[in-house]
């Protein structure tokens, strides 16, 4: 608890943690910052269970999850957690989840987080994410990507959000989702669809939700 881990760096995995093989990790209080890696700036998972409560990841940098990698078969979760100014080059400016992974956010914020390659500043999904009463804000690269994976959003708000191309609040690629009292206001596109973008058979379920002032 009360950790902090600051400007660690790695060729591969995990600038700050690498967590695999079944192994548990769990954080309280903590800040990880200005670490760097191939995958997951400050956190790499595989086949990993790891949870965070009021930690913040802030300043840290990878080709793919800026401040983590959630991959193969791992379970992330997340409370009352903060991340800015992640950077993710390829994939998830701030996070990435694959390859079988779960992430369930609760009560957190991700704000001016970036993926100049525009899959997901905030967060980019593959498999399967739950947001709880979260906010997703001012990211580059878009605020959530749902990429083929199962998506369930709650009383969650993703607002100046932008991208290059398309969908620059929410955007669902061969996706399944599902949207209950959210709202997606004042992002923006340069090409399609500055809000809510539906693209590739998805299938998206609004519920109670409002988008409003979006821009393309």
């Known amino acids: 608890n009360n950790c902090v881990f600051s400007a660690n760096s790695a060729t591969n995995d995990g600038g700050a943690i690498d967590n695999e093989t ?42 793919d999850g800026g401040a983590i990698d959630n991959d193969t078969n791992s379970v992330l979760t997340i409370n009352y957690a903060t991340f800015s100014f992640n950077y993710g080059t390829n994939f998830g400016g701030t ?52 990429t083929g994976g199962n998506a369930v959003c709650n009383n969650s708000t993703f607002s100046g959000n ?19 009292n959210c709202t997606i206001s004042g992002n923006s596109a340069n090409r399609r669809a500055g809000g809510l973008y539906v693209d590739a058979s998805s299938l998206i379920v609004l519920t109670n939700t409002v988008i409003a002032g979006n821009s393309a």
């Open 22 to 63: 079944s192994s548990a990790l769990s954080l309280t209080g903590s800040l990880l910052t200005a670490n760097s890696a191939h995958r997951g700036g400050a956190i790499f998972s595989d086949f990993g269970t790891n949870v965070l409560n009021h930690c913040t990841l802030l300043s840290n940098s990878a080709a």
């Open 95 to 146: 996070v990435i989840n694959t390859n079988g992974g779960s992430i369930a956010l609760n009560y957190s914020t991700l704000s001016s987080n970036s993926c100049p390659a525009d899959w997901g500043g905030g967060i980019d999904n593959w498999s399967t994410a739950t947001l709880n009463n979260c906010t997703i804000s001012g990211n580059l690269g878009g605020g959530f990507i749902n």
């Open 162 to 180: 932008v991208v290059i191309f398309d969908g620059g609040g929410y955007y669902t690629y061969f996706g399944n989702d599902m949207l209950n």
